[in-house]
């Protein structure tokens, strides 16, 4: 039985008949929706359902909330991530004698963490209790887990930092001391810092996944790779900018490997995952993901191919390093569109019920 | 460490020894007449900060959605659906055919501002709008052909309108307890799921982990807040201010295995009187967040009334995410290793 044909009417029955017509000088609704849908034929509407897509929802309201989450945080993920790779790369560097590298890349990571640190306090609702955080250790909260990682990351990454002033310090007396205990310092702290970077670039992808956000969560086998992947392309970047051509061989290297695992992993994100991979190639997203994509082509390709040139090395290395908070902002963006946009909620969820429905 | 997913019982999960039964609401739709007591009693009750008044045009629901200054929200639905047994109102009446489609339609990008984060978002898809409000036989059909322009279609049907006092699940697994980092968020004895405002530290993680769109954030406080069904009211053996300020008993409140005995029933006996539409909608342990503490009695899809048709816990998957994760860490690792080690520089 359809709509409408329970009210015992059977006066219209005749093909052809016609509802809608003009009644008490009001416009009827088949007007308005006529009206509606010329508004959207020439495209200053939204877009029809795709056919085998339509779905229902509540004032084609979102059901979800959108992540309250400022620009703090895709620009910390962004910074995260530099941090974590360039201590790895600082670590590689202090192992196999690339001074200037090392000193590069420390410094860059204590920069970044230091900017982590703003962004991350700066989006809380209430800023003046960022130490509750310190309150417990949770491992169902990635957010939990991420604490006591930059906890131990931070720290490390800043005692390596400061001991590249080892040889500004005078030769006598307690800084004397400090001069010469400071390289060791360094260098543990260095290694320490490396050991836990792996984390630091991951667990983030970690953090949004573990949402409710369709476009995120799903991604959730590809993500760590596309933050490990960019985050060593980046910190490879900042390498390729600050150290001597003679040093950045493994940078070079690094940009390849890393810009690789980034895009092998994006792509399946923005294309393998079907109605959910949308959001992620549409609007700004979108944008943000292919300028990110060319960047990161370029850069890997520049730092190849540029390697015997200081000014190719360094625009290489700025173009990876921007690369890399261009892919944050559009996998951010990506997500935030799709919790808005109940199409995503509903119908993968959807599809769900009637499979399960027809497989019982 | 707690279970993840499937059936369980929250409290002594949690840690608790003896606790009391597991508490909750069965919200029961049909007997609901959209007198929004409840949303009036918890705003009362709880010191809820009220908003604005500004008509969204969705039928009588200017509240929006449950944001952290709306923890109930009354839900109304106008379909051109006969309710019940009645005599059709326009029987006979050549008026034309319902303005509900094209209502609803207009109504998607109303907004208003709810003093919270992210608030009511404006809508999309006028279609899928049209579609929630044109009835349930209507799935599948194109937007374009809504009942009162088809063939034989002369007359006004009558109109069935659907209300449903909507509030937090408090699933069985709380997405938003699992992922808060700092303890603010927690599961009471009674297995429900509570925010501590002395300990949130507004950081935003619990609003995207909800499956339902439930908690919010306020933009005075920067704080989340959401329903606690009344835990300072239950601790003291009294009822839930909403339960206690619906006239209809719409909202019932009770230890949650009596609440879906009597749901089941309810269901039988309506669909023994002929609405087989009925149908329940979070009482299955067995489903996505391991069963809702507040679950409903439905009478059209659940994303009619803005509810995912089969959430799941996010962090069902959380174990699979850190194995991802760290097997990334460890490429990352690699790369690093043979990038510097692999070959001489």
Redesign the interface.
């Known amino acids: 039985?359809?709509?409408?044909e329970?009210?015992?009417?059977h006066?219209?029955?005749?093909?052809?008949?016609?509802?809608?017509?003009e009644?008490g000088g009001r416009l009827?609704?088949?007007v308005?929706?006529r009206e509606?849908?010329a508004r959207r034929g020439r495209g200053d509407?939204?877009p029809?359902?795709e056919p085998g897509r339509?779905?229902?929802?509540?004032?084609?309201?979102?059901?979800?909330?959108?992540?309250?989450?400022k620009r703090d945080i895709p620009a910390y993920f962004f910074t995260g991530g530099l941090a974590a790779g360039s201590s790895?790369?600082a670590?590689?560097?202090d192992?196999?004698g690339?001074p200037a590298m090392r000193r590069a890349t420390r410094l860059a990571s204590l920069a970044a963490m230091g900017a982590s640190t703003y962004f991350l306090i700066h989006?809380?609702?209430?800023?003046n209790?960022?130490h509750?955080?310190l309150?417990?250790a949770?491992?169902?909260?990635?957010?939990?887990m991420g604490?006591w990682i930059l906890a131990l990351f931070g720290p490390a990454s800043g005692i390596a930092a400061v001991a590249e002033v080892a040889p500004a310090l005078p030769r006598r007396g307690v800084l004397g001391l400090a001069r010469r205990a400071l390289p060791v310092a360094g260098t543990t702290a260095g290694y320490l810092a490396?050991a836990v970077?792996?984390?630091v670039?991951?667990?983030t992808?970690?953090?949004i996944?573990?949402?409710?956000?369709p476009s995120?969560?799903e991604a959730?086998?590809q993500?760590?790779?596309v933050?490990?992947g960019s985050?060593?392309a980046s910190a490879s970047g900042v390498a390729l900018l600050a150290a001597p051509l003679a040093?950045t061989?493994?940078?070079s290297?690094?940009a390849v490997?890393?810009a690789a695992?980034e895009l092998v992993a994006s792509h399946r994100v923005e294309n393998a995952m079907g109605i959910v991979s949308e959001p992620y190639r549409q609007g700004r997203a979108g944008r943000l993901l292919r300028a990110a994509r060319g960047l990161t082509v370029a850069g890997a390709a520049g730092a190849v191919l540029g390697r015997r040139s200081r000014l190719v090395s360094a625009l290489s290395g700025a173009a990876l390093v921007a690369a890399a908070a261009l892919t944050r902002f559009g996998v951010f963006e990506g997500?935030v569109a799709s919790?808005?946009?109940?199409?995503y909620?509903?119908v993968p969820?959807?599809q769900?019920?009637e499979e399960?429905t027809g497989a019982r | 460490?707690?279970r993840?997913y499937g059936p369980l019982d929250p409290a002594p999960d949690a840690g608790y020894q003896d606790p009391p039964a597991r508490m909750g609401f069965f919200t029961d739709t049909s007997i609901c007449i959209g007198c929004k007591a409840c949303e009036v009693a918890c705003k009362e009750w709880n010191g809820v900060p009220g908003h604005e008044l500004t008509m969204l045009g969705?039928s009588f629901d200017n509240t929006?959605?449950l944001t952290a200054n709306s923890w109930r929200h009354v839900?109304f639905?106008e379909?051109?659906?006969?309710a019940g047994r009645q005599t059709?109102a326009?029987?006979?009446t050549?008026?034309?055919?319902?303005?509900a489609?094209?209502?609803?339609?207009?109504?998607?990008t109303t907004t208003t501002d709810t003093g919270t984060?992210?608030g009511?978002?404006?809508?999309?898809?006028?279609?899928?709008?049209?579609?929630?409000a044109?009835?349930p036989?209507?799935?599948?059909m194109?937007?374009?052909e809504?009942?009162?322009?088809?063939?034989?279609?002369?007359?006004?049907?009558?109109l069935r309108w659907l209300m449903m006092s909507d509030v937090c699940k408090h699933c069985t697994h709380a997405?938003c307890l699992?992922?808060?980092?700092?303890?603010?968020l927690f599961r009471t004895e009674f297995g429900t799921v509570v925010v501590q405002e002395d300990?949130?530290?507004?950081?935003?993680?619990c609003?995207?982990?909800?499956?339902?769109?439930?908690?919010?954030?306020r933009k005075t406080?920067?704080?989340?807040w959401k329903c606690t069904l009344c835990y300072d009211r239950i601790g003291d053996g009294m009822t839930p201010a909403c339960a206690q300020a619906c006239p209809t008993q719409s909202i019932q409140f009770g230890p949650l295995d009596e609440l879906r005995e009597r749901a089941a029933r309810r269901v039988e006996r309506l669909h023994a009187a002929g609405e087989t539409t009925a149908r329940l909608y979070g009482h299955d342990p067995e489903d996505g967040v391991g069963g809702d503490g507040a679950f409903f009695l439905l009478l059209d899809?659940p994303?009619?009334?803005?509810?995912?048709?089969?959430?799941v816990v996010?962090?069902r998957?959380?174990p699979?995410?850190?194995k991802?994760?760290?097997?990334?860490?460890?490429?990352?690792?690699a790369?690093?290793?043979?990038?510097?080690?692999?070959r001489p520089?």
């Open positions: 039985m359809s709509a409408g329970t009210d015992g009417g006066a219209g029955r005749e093909p052809g008949g016609h509802a809608g017509q009644s009827p609704v088949g308005r929706f509606y849908q509407g939204p029809a359902d339509e779905f229902r929802s509540y004032y084609g309201r979102p059901i979800l909330k959108a992540p309250v989450w790895m790369l670590a590689g560097a192992l196999t690339r989006d809380l609702g209430r800023p209790r960022f509750h955080m309150r417990i949770k491992p169902t909260s990635p957010m939990s604490t490396a970077a792996p984390a670039a991951t667990y992808a970690v953090l996944a573990d949402t409710a956000v995120w969560h959730y086998p993500l760590p790779f933050f490990a985050a060593l040093e061989g493994p940078a290297r690094l490997a890393g695992m997500g919790a808005k946009d109940p199409k909620t509903v969820q959807r769900r019920v399960s | 460490m707690n993840l969705m929006g959605a839900a639905v379909q051109p659906v006969p059709p326009f029987a006979g050549p008026t034309g055919p319902t303005i489609p094209a209502a609803a339609a207009d109504a998607v984060e992210p009511l978002d404006p809508g999309r898809h006028p279609d899928s709008a049209a579609r929630m044109a009835g036989e209507f799935l599948g194109p937007a374009s809504l009942p009162g322009r088809q063939p034989g279609r002369e007359e006004r049907t009558d997405a699992d992922v808060c980092p700092t303890g603010a300990i949130c530290n507004g950081c935003g993680y609003i995207p982990a909800c499956p339902y769109g439930v908690i919010d954030q406080d920067g704080r989340a899809e994303e009619v009334y803005g509810l995912p048709p089969d959430p996010t962090t998957d959380l699979d995410m850190w991802r994760a760290g097997v990334a860490a460890l490429a990352m690792a790369a690093v290793a043979v990038a510097f080690l692999g520089a």
